[in-house]
């Protein structure tokens, strides 16, 4: 399990208004395969955010593609 | 040919009719978000309603345009009405009894899609496909049904033109059932209770007219590409989006359809708010009245209550919370004519668009002049302090008397 938390917050601090709820509409299969139902209220409320490391992976991809940029903190995750 | 003086703006509803269709207005900003909300979500099959939904509307109007035109006539009508309303120009004169390929370099979305956020990977514009479909629905008297339509090629994917391609066939986009006429809710309004409200709405009554296609077929004003929309062209496309999110995931879904959809009005009211209240129109007509904050607010809903959007007026306001009432407003009055009553409220770009205006008059220096209408702009204003909030409260289309919304921090 991986902590998704510090990378949403990479991407609102860097990416477009509701960035998250970008990420979250273009995974919303695998979430639903995975049983996850991430808002963008808990990212806002919850210290932490366990997923499983192949959704982590997922998420990693879609956040950079739509931010545009390369996760700092993408090495130490995965 | 297409005369936008012909359509009487209604005073009593503050709505736009044309040719039995509602019309309102929405900027390029509003228009390309959405469509890439819905398309975000590659997992929906949204081609056939984005298609659709516009060949829908423009079927409805269309037919009654051309009622009584012979079909040449028709051809400059048709060409007409979508240059005057703003996506850009089409020429029909190669539209035969099996369709035919059409070809156009001044397209509203090819043109904005790639000025807000880069190049398409993807045609972008999808409602001149219904558009034309329409066209040759009512030019050659063939049911919507039995029409194949597509986008071949786009400006917005770095291609030279658009071109379309229409051809009799098994129909390939989405078509719907009749939809009823529109019911008003004629109920007491509360009013805004400014004492410049009607110097200003009559300053601007009358305006929309002004907002044609220029010779491009483009509406370039207050710093936005304008279109002049079938409103149940572009609310079909935010009921159908959410009715396919509802069908994927349940209430959850909903609710991460709701936060784009929310914020493809906030984003209009954001840009094209700020760039109604930074132009000289405004400076001229409105600004002389405007003494605090509140007044800039009050301002703006007595300029836009002229625009079709229906009746916006304020309960509460202050920095903290403020609530919003539109009567007649055109969501639900599109849910209405096309749906019929809903559980819980839809009117999300109105809601976006009055949490937009909050964040403009109180997270930035706009009423000191400063200018803010550039994308990074945007991104800043809303990473800068405390956002807005938004609570979509009250609904026609849930049995309410009017739109109410709430936008808090």
């Not at chain 1, 990378?7 to 970008?22: C, H, M, S, T, Y």
Request: charge should be negative; proline fraction near 3%; charged fraction near 20%.
């Amino acid at each position: 399990m991986q902590d998704a938390k510090p990378l949403f917050d990479w991407a609102q601090e860097n990416g477009e208004a509701r960035i998250v709820d970008r990420i979250l509409i273009r995974l919303l299969p695998e979430m639903l395969r995975q049983e996850q139902r991430i808002t963008a209220q808990m990212i806002e409320e919850q210290p932490s955010l366990a997923v499983s490391d192949t959704l982590y992976a997922q998420l990693l991809t879609v956040t950079q593609e739509l931010v545009g940029q390369t996760y700092p903190g993408a090495s130490s995750h995965v | 040919m297409f005369d936008i003086h012909r359509y009487k703006f209604d005073e009593t509803h503050n709505a736009l009719d044309v040719a039995g269709e509602a019309m309102v207005f929405h900027c390029h900003h509003y228009m390309n978000y959405l469509q890439r909300s819905i398309l975000d979500a590659d997992y929906i099959d949204s081609r056939p309603f984005l298609i659709g939904a516009a060949a829908d509307a423009a079927w409805y109007q269309l037919k009654n345009l051309c009622a009584g035109l012979d079909r040449d006539a028709a051809r400059r009508m048709a060409e007409s009405a979508y240059k005057a309303f703003g996506y850009g120009l089409i020429d029909l004169s190669t539209m035969t009894e099996d369709g035919g390929e059409f070809s156009t370099v001044k397209s509203f979305f090819s043109r904005t899609w790639p000025m807000k956020f880069g190049p398409s990977t993807h045609p972008v514009d999808f409602y001149t496909t219904g558009y034309l479909a329409a066209a040759y629905a009512v030019l050659f008297d063939v049911p919507l049904s039995e029409i194949q339509a597509e986008q071949t090629h786009c400006m917005a994917c770095g291609e030279r033109a658009n071109v379309h391609l229409i051809r009799r066939g098994a129909g390939n986009f989405a078509t719907y059932p009749a939809k009823a006429p529109t019911r008003f809710k004629d109920v007491p309004k509360h009013a805004l209770n400014w004492a410049h409200e009607s110097a200003v709405t009559e300053a601007f009554l009358g305006a929309h007219a002004h907002f044609v296609g220029n010779e491009e077929g483009y509406i370039p004003a207050f710093g936005v590409y304008l279109v002049r929309v079938h409103s149940d062209y572009v609310n079909r496309l935010q009921f159908e989006f959410m009715r396919a999110m509802g069908e994927v995931a349940g209430e959850y879904g909903e609710t991460l359809g709701r936060e784009l959809l929310l914020e493809a009005g906030h984003a209009c009211g954001f840009f094209t708010y700020g760039g109604i209240m930074t132009s000289n129109e405004w400076a001229q007509a409105v600004k002389p009245y405007l003494h605090s904050r509140e007044d800039w607010i009050r301002g703006l809903l007595s300029l836009i209550n002229t625009m079709g959007w229906g009746y916006h007026t304020i309960i509460e306001l202050s920095p903290d919370r403020a609530v919003f009432r539109n009567y007649n407003d055109f969501e639900d009055l599109s849910h209405a004519r096309l749906y019929g009553p809903s559980r819980h409220p839809i009117h999300w770009a109105n809601s976006g668009g009055f949490t937009g205006l909050m964040q403009l008059i109180y997270n930035t220096d706009l009423v000191e002049g400063q200018r803010i209408d550039t994308e990074e702009g945007f991104r800043q204003m809303r990473r800068a302090k405390r956002g807005y909030k938004t609570r979509m409260t009250r609904g026609i289309t849930c049995g309410d008397d009017y739109l109410e919304v709430e936008v808090y921090r």
